[in-house]
C-alpha cells in the first residue's frame, strides 16, 4: 500500500492519499521516536521507521526551487525501489511517499531530482 502526503508550508492544512482514496487517517503502524535527515541543497530528506515500513519525505524552504522529484528506498540486498512516477514539488512544501514493505535490516532514503538527473541517498535508518 502506498500513501502520498502534501503539506501545506503552515503545517495546518493536510491532503493524505491512500490507495486512490482521499483520507485524513494514516496507514502506518507504530513507529520509532524520530526521522532521521539529510541536508540537501535546497531541502531536508527525511526516512521514518514503522512497523510495516518506511516513509521518506522531502520538505522544501519557502526560498525553494520549484523541483520535479521521485523517491526511492534502498535496502540491503535488494533493487532499489521507486515511488509510482515523478511529481512537482513548490517552495513551502512538504511531500512524502511510504513504501510499505515491512522492517528490514536498514533502509535508506532516495532522491531523484529530474531536473539535474541526479540522486541523493539520505542516512540510513535500523
Given at each position: 500500500m502506498v500513501r502520498i502526503k502534501a503539506l501545506a508550508a503552515s503545517g495546518l492544512a493536510a491532503l493524505t492519499i491512500v490507495a486512490g482514496s482521499v483520507s485524513g487517517a494514516s496507514t502506518a503502524?507504530?513507529?520509532?521516536p524520530s526521522?532521521?535527515?539529510?541536508?540537501l541543497d535546497g531541502g531536508s530528506l527525511c526516512i521514518h521507521e514503522y512497523a510495516?515500513?518506511?516513509?521518506v519525505r522531502f520538505a522544501n524552504p519557502v526560498w525553494g526551487a520549484k523541483k520535479t522529484l521521485r523517491f526511492g528506498l534502498r535496502c540491503p540486498n535488494e533493487a532499489n525501489r521507486w515511488d509510482q512516477g515523478a511529481f512537482t514539488d513548490m517552495p513551502g512544501t512538504?511531500?512524502?511517499?511510504?513504501?510499505?514493505?515491512g522492517l528490514k535490516d536498514w533502509?535508506?532514503?532516495l532522491l531523484y531530482d529530474a531536473a539535474v538527473g541526479g540522486y541523493y541517498?539520505?542516512?540510513y535508518v535500523t
Open positions: 503502524a507504530a513507529d520509532t526521522d532521521i535527515c539529510t541536508s510495516n515500513g518506511y516513509d512538504t511531500r512524502s511517499y511510504f513504501f510499505g514493505i533502509c535508506a532514503p541517498e539520505g542516512h
